[in-house]
Every structure is written in C-alpha cells, then in structure tokens.
C-alpha cells in the first residue's frame, strides 16, 4: 500500500471516529446528560472502535442507526485492526472506510440540525 493511501486511510478513520463521537455526544447528553461520559467508560471501555457492539446497545443510540449501519461499523473496526498492525488493506477495504466516513458525516450533520 503506498504510504498516501495509508496516510488518507488514517485520515478517514479520525474522521469516522470524529463523526461517532458527534453523535453519541448529542444523543447521550439529551438521554443522561453529563453523566453519559461515564457510563461510556463503563460499558464501552476506553476504545471506541474496539467496543462499538457493546456500547450501541445503549438504547438512546438504537434508533439512529440501523442495523446494516452497526454491520458496516464493526467491519469497520477490523480495518482499523489490520491498519494499527501497518499492514496493507484492500481497496475494497479503503472504498468501504471512505464511504462509511461520508455516511456518518452526512448523518452527523443531519442530527446535529435537528
């Protein structure tokens, strides 16, 4: 994998973890106000890629994504996997991080407006 494709990968992943991090804020913070940081650290730990199926569970985050959506994110944890690890992805792979990284911001804007 050149080292530019790897760099963008990197680059989306922030973006996808920034994104998450947008919307479990808002939708936290209205269901248990500021107390949802620790019920993060309890349920989900302190990696949010590494601990996505658990925390989702919450039900305040249940309805906003869909189950395909959940899917796409734990498939999007063993990319990262793979990447921590430096090794090549497919371009499957980046095709499908890039796609979830404008998913999930389009998403994000949509429910920060609301």
């Given at each position: 994998m050149k080292k530019e494709l790897l760099f963008e990968s990197y680059a989306l992943?922030?973006?996808i973890e920034?994104?998450?991090v947008g919307i479990i804020e808002k939708e936290m913070t209205r269901h248990f106000g500021h107390l949802w940081r620790q019920i993060f650290f309890v349920e989900g730990g302190t990696l949010l890629c590494d601990n996505?199926?658990?925390?989702?569970r919450l039900s305040p985050l249940q309805d906003i994504f869909t189950d395909?959506?959940?899917?796409?994110?734990c498939i999007l944890t063993d990319i990262?996997?793979?990447l921590n690890q430096q090794s090549t992805i497919s371009q499957n792979d980046f095709h499908h991080v890039e796609r979830l990284?404008?998913?999930l911001t389009t998403k994000k804007?949509?429910?920060l407006f609301i």
């Open positions: 992943l922030f973006e920034l994104a998450l996505l199926p658990l925390f989702f395909h959506e959940l899917h796409e994110l990262k996997n793979i990284s404008q998913q804007n949509l429910l």
